[in-house]
């Protein structure tokens, strides 16, 4: 079977299918006891729009679905994140969009910030041939996961010591339907690390992190056509992805056989 082409229907499933995952990934965090983190998630239509009070991060407070459909959710989209004076990204997909609803998001005081590739390509039937030197596994323990959060911390620039946020934020996540986390290791080493979330038949890859001192050794190819098999072997149609416009993640994954299924833009609020 060959890659489809990108029509509305199947440009549909792809926003939802983030936004599916997203939603759970927000979720797990707003889970833990108490929600210590000030997770919010509301339901405006069609669109989601997601809060994490000590999380300022544009990435965690980002609306999701959001087209001209909704377009008379926009002020509630707003007034949302201005009660709780927090700035958000607004994810614009080019599906759903009219030059009358671009105009209102000029006019409620966004503009556009940047741009985000969207890439799409099918499952692996085959089990990948690794490297001599790199084996990947499913990350089912809590020792394991250990081992992920602290690769995820060093992977995304932080310092071991908020590893603990890592483990807390993303505990969630471990064995929770839908979700599979894997470890990489280089040399018998714990190296790379790489996420993937199942949602009507797509295959979500939500996350990856490399140890600096890993980088460049093919350790997030290995993982991609690893998640790509786990994807066939889960009946997926397909697998799609998220990177910045042309990253070495997107890189990566159109060295893979994944192809951009588009580019998104990305709003923020002016003030």
Known sequence: MGLPVINEELAKRIVDSETDYFT??????????????????????????FYIKKMPWGLFNSVKGFSQDDIDKLE??????????????????????NLKMLRQLTEKG?????????????????????????????????????????????????????????????????????WKLFLALWDDVPAAVAVMHISNNIA????????????????????????????????????????SFGSSSQNNMERVGMQIAWTRSVWLPIN
Request: hydrophobic share 40%; glycine share 8%.
């Open 76 to 97: 509630a989209v707003t007034t949302f994140y201005r009660e709780r004076n927090r700035a958000f990204q607004l994810d614009i997909n080019p599906i759903g969009i």
């Open 204 to 243: 979500s890859f939500t996350l990856a992190a490399t140890a600096p001192a890993f980088r460049r050794k093919g350790l997030q190819t290995s993982l991609l056509l690893w998640r790509m098999y786990e994807a066939y072997k889960s009946n997926s149609e397909l697998v799609v992805a998220q990177a």
């Open 110 to 178: 966004l503009f556009q910030d940047s741009f985000h590739s969207v890439l799409y390509g099918l499952p692996r039937c085959e089990l990948p041939k690794l490297p001599s030197n790199i084996k990947i596994r499913q990350i089912d323990t809590e020792a394991d996961f250990d081992l992920f959060a602290g690769i995820h911390c060093i992977g995304s620039g932080m310092d071991i010591v908020h590893k603990h946020h890592f483990v807390n934020n993303n505990i969630g996540l471990l064995n929770r339907p839908g």
């Open 24 to 49: 759970s990934r927000i979720s797990s965090i707003g889970e833990r006891s108490g929600n210590p983190e000030g997770v919010e998630v509301r339901q405006l239509g069609n669109t989601t729009a």
